[in-house]
Each structure stands twice: as C-alpha cells, then as structure tokens.
C-alpha cells in the first residue's frame, strides 16, 4: 500500500490521469491525499473534481484558496460567464462536484503528519490545527453555510488570536490554512507576497522557516513559486505545487519512501 500526495492540479485533469497512470495508482489499496486548488487556471477543472470524485473512498482532499472561491462564486450565483468556476457550477453535474468540494476539509492528519493547502502557524499543535479546521469544516455543512461562504474572504483578519469569535474567527482560520505564505515572528500574516523568496515584505519569514515544539511533517501546496523546494525551513515541510498549470510539472509525494514522481504540466504556460 502507497499514499501519494499531489500537488496543486488547478484544471489539469490529464496531467492528473497521466501521473495516476505513472504511479500505477490501484484505489484497492492505494491511497491519494490531495492538497487542494483542484480547480481554476488550468483547462479542465470539472474534470479535476470529477476524476478526484470517482476515486471514492481511497482519495483525501483538502480544500485551497481556488477551490473555496470556486464555491464562494457558485453558490452566491455571481459567476463570471466563461470563467472555470462558472464551467465547474454548470457542468452537466455540476451540482455533484460542488456538494463533493463542499464536503471535503481543510486538513488531513495521519499521526505526526497533516496536510493542509497553505500550511499552519507555528503557534498551532497538530491536534489544534485539525480542531480549528474542523470548524470550519462545520461551517461549510450545516443550514447557514451560504452565509459562511458570503462572508467568508477578506485580509482583514491577519493574525491569530485564541479569543477572535464568529466570523472572524473562522475567516482566520481559512486565511491561514489556504492563504498564507510569508508571516513575521508574532504570527501576523502578509498577502502581498505572492511570488518567490524575494518578494517576502520586510520582517516577514516564509512560514516553514520558524521552528515548532514538535517533530511534524507538512504538506502543503498553493506556492508553485518555490517550485517543491523549502529553502531555510526549520520544520519538516514539503512542498507540492510545482506549478502544473504554468508549464511546470504535477508532482506526488510517495509518504512511505520519500520518493517524488513528476509528469509534464501544461506545455504552454498560462497567463498568471
């Protein structure tokens, strides 16, 4: 039995297809962990959702930034005409895909290990981090989740606090998990940044560059600038997305050896 961890797929279902064919992926006793933005850039993002969907019981998504916006824009009816998330919203089953993005959390953990799309703060154990994300998770099932999605974006909240409440506690919680890149050492959090190392403000740190109190393993994806690499990283954190959708590559991460295996992207790269 093998888990792999794949990287950011953003609408390239048959660079999808392809690696799942190169890893001789068997569903009977094999197991995919996703890290999220199944959907957006790429040219096939219903078909991302729907290959993801049919793996039934042997795959565990996690919810990105793209994925989030994707329901953010379907479910408030505020598409934009030609845009893939107005192809995923009015796909012949595109009801289904979105009940199944809707449903999917925002962390995975397996003992010292747990996925999320961005990452987590240093200030957050593993068995907090899979308690903040499953209220959201919350959030996203229960009557009021059209609300939660209508209010669920904004910058505003930039740093973690025990005692943040409501909305703005559950926004918080999303920025970090499927946003974040650079923080500084009290935790605050930056949008700006959004290329590579470089463009980090000053006194802000990529995230995996502060130690932890704990021997966890990280996967993230949402950073195809770092193309897999974690350069300075005080904590053991892999990086996926290795920018299919930009020309680069997709990439699965074998957890029980280590082992990346890697099938072309797009061949042309998409206007960022």
């Known amino acids: 039995m093998s888990t792999y961890v794949i990287g950011d797929l953003h609408g390239c279902r048959d660079a999808f297809v392809a690696l799942l064919e190169t890893l001789s992926f068997d569903p009977a006793k094999d197991q995919i962990w996703l890290v999220g933005d199944l959907v957006n850039r790429g040219p096939d993002s219903p078909g991302c959702v729907r290959e993801a969907r049919a793996l039934g019981d042997s795959v565990r998504c996690v919810l990105g930034n793209h994925d989030l916006h994707c329901l953010v824009a379907a479910r408030s009816g505020h598409l934009k ?23 999917q959390p ?31 998770e919350t959030a996203l099932a ?57 463009s980090a403000p000053a006194g802000f740190r990529p995230w995996f560059c502060y130690p932890r109190d704990d021997d966890a393993t990280l996967l993230f994806g949402h950073w195809a600038a770092l193309e897999g690499r974690t350069p300075g990283a005080q904590v053991d954190a892999r990086a996926l997305d290795t920018g299919c959708a930009w020309g680069g590559t997709l990439t699965a991460l074998e957890l029980e050896s280590g082992r990346r295996i890697q099938v072309p992207g797009l061949v042309e790269e998409t206007t960022r």
């Open 81 to 103: 005409p030609g845009s893939d998330f107005a192809a995923v919203a009015h796909a012949a089953d595109g009801d289904a895909l979105l009940d199944w993005l809707q449903s």
């Open 106 to 136: 925002l962390a995975v953990r397996r003992g010292n290990t747990l996925m999320t799309h961005a990452g987590i703060i240093p200030a957050w154990s593993l068995s907090r981090a899979e308690a903040l994300a499953a209220e959201v």
């Open 142 to 198: 229960g009557d009021r989740s059209g609300d939660f999605l209508a209010r669920l974006f904004g910058d505003e909240l930039r740093r973690w606090r025990d005692e943040l409440e409501g909305m703005d506690r559950l926004r918080c919680i999303v920025n970090v998990m499927t946003r974040m890149r650079f923080i500084d050492g009290r935790g605050h959090l930056d949008f700006t940044g959004k290329r590579g190392l470089d």
